[in-house]
């Protein structure tokens, strides 16, 4: 029995092993690949130890990877088998109890016991990483925030987890729609860290809500070295720089990040890298742009994925791609597959999110590819403020979004189209595809003064 840094018991971990613990941490913390290798150790050293392996059933839930999760599942119910929680401490049951929720597919009620958990231990770093993930995966913006703000007191400045901390809060400020604290919060993790590529991309949150797309840029220009190398969230912050680049109008570049960071031969096919790429496509064929052989590549990959239903929030990305690459059929098996598991399938949080939103989602993507846009709006409209309960951020889901403004201009429900469009452009005065799409709607309603404007008020936006 060994203890942490913070004094917590460590039951049945070595002193080495409590060291591969501690690298596991600071690895996941700040994304480096090789977490994987890190929390392997641990259980090398030590097979018994209790963190080590609430750490690797969190790996395998966190990545939103079935085969992953099946894994992690198995492996940590064996260690279960024989177990005697009675000589844990109350912090290491906590632990088991919240991974074994999760890996039986109880995501929120995993996150309420990490929830509890945190508030008993707040330095317990292992509990706010995860649960910091999973209020991103539920799509939890105040959970997301707070979750890390009730603990952040407990936590002296200057120890060395301070800053990761700081940048995990700047990303739940910023879902929560504070922006600037967002922003000040985020440049603070940074101050202290600068390789905090969580940090770094809270940070370019704030610029991708705030419209400021041109300062986006300049951010991920001055820190390319700190956010570009080997990391797990590599592709996800090149998703970004991706989206401030779109906005300046320059599709050319935008595609060229596409081909050499988001999707290209040899990527590994992760799902979390296929959603961005899936992501970023869908935005430009929204816009009329589409990329015949770059869809069908992708479609390639998620078909080979071969995903069954368990994160719906992946599933509605692989409908984008079978729509882009023209596969209605392929993204209606899909549906199909996914309605059926709905009405036998146990009571997992995945169950509520597919029948509730990722259904509706991807019936709305299909109808949209059959350009029924009537039928798009129809299925969309009615779950549009309830798309955080399938998860991801408010910049992903704003494919979504935008998906529905489409729908209602192509569909002629311009009463409709002019709602959206005024809620976009009083919440994002600064962003030129709500300028284009207002042009649009004023060439729908037989302004022509009215679109002119609309169009060099987008253009000065772009290349401002």
Avoid at 420 to 442: D, H, I, T
Wanted: aromatic content about 8%.
């Amino acid at each position: 029995m060994t203890t942490d840094r913070h004094g917590h018991v460590m039951s049945d971990t070595s002193s080495e092993a409590l060291g591969h613990y501690e690298q596991a941490l600071d690895d996941l913390l700040f994304f480096r690949p090789r977490v994987v290798d890190s929390a392997r150790a641990v259980l090398a050293d030590s097979p018994r130890s209790v963190m080590g392996r609430a750490l690797a059933a969190y790996l395998g839930v966190l990545g939103t990877e079935e085969k992953d999760a099946a894994e992690a599942r198995t492996a940590f119910h064996g260690f279960l088998a024989d177990l005697d929680e009675g000589k844990l401490t109350p912090r290491e049951r906590m632990h088991l109890a919240a991974a074994t929720t999760w890996l039986d597919g109880d995501l929120h009620g995993a996150g309420r016991i990490l929830g509890d958990l945190t508030v008993a231990f707040p330095r317990d770093v292992l509990a706010l990483i995860a649960g910091h993930q999973h209020d991103f995966l539920t799509g939890d913006a105040q959970r997301l925030r707070d979750r890390v703000g009730g603990a952040l007191d407990a936590w002296d400045a200057h120890d060395p987890h301070h800053g990761p901390l700081l940048g995990m809060y700047a990303f739940g400020l910023e879902e929560s729609g504070h922006y600037e604290r967002a922003e000040e919060t985020g440049l603070a993790a940074l101050a202290q860290h600068p390789d905090d590529v969580w940090g770094i991309h809270g940070v370019a949150h704030t610029y991708e809500m705030r419209g400021r797309f041109t300062d986006g840029i300049r951010f991920l220009d001055d820190r390319t070295g700190n956010w570009s190398g080997d990391t797990l969230l590599t592709v996800h912050n090149w998703w970004h720089y991706a989206l401030f680049t779109l906005e300046t109008g320059n599709t050319a570049r935008v595609l060229e990040i596409y081909d050499a960071s988001l999707h290209r031969d040899g990527s590994p096919g992760a799902a979390m890298e296929l959603l961005d790429a899936a992501a970023l496509l869908w935005r430009l064929h929204l816009a009329g742009d589409d990329q015949g052989t770059r869809w069908a590549r992708l479609a390639d990959a998620w078909e080979r994925r071969a995903d069954g239903p368990h994160y719906a929030f992946n599933d509605a990305h692989a409908v984008m791609a079978y729509v882009g690459a023209d596969r209605i059929d392929r993204a209606e098996r899909l549906v199909k597959d996914r309605e059926n598991w709905v009405t036998s399938a146990p009571a997992v949080s995945n169950r509520w999110m597919t029948a509730e939103i990722g259904l509706p989602v991807c019936r709305a993507l299909i109808a949209y590819g059959r350009h029924d846009h009537a039928a798009a709006v129809e299925h969309l409209l009615p779950v549009r403020h309830r798309l955080n309960d399938f998860g991801g951020s408010h910049a992903q889901r704003d494919a979504l979004q935008r998906t529905l403004v489409e729908a209602a201009l192509r569909a002629g429900r311009t009463d409709l189209a002019r709602t959206l469009l005024s809620e976009r452009g009083n919440l994002r005065p600064v962003c030129p595809y709500n300028w284009f799409a207002k042009a649009r709607l004023a060439d729908l309603l037989g302004d022509p003064a009215g679109a002119a404007a609309a169009r060099r008020r987008a253009t000065d936006q772009a290349t401002a």
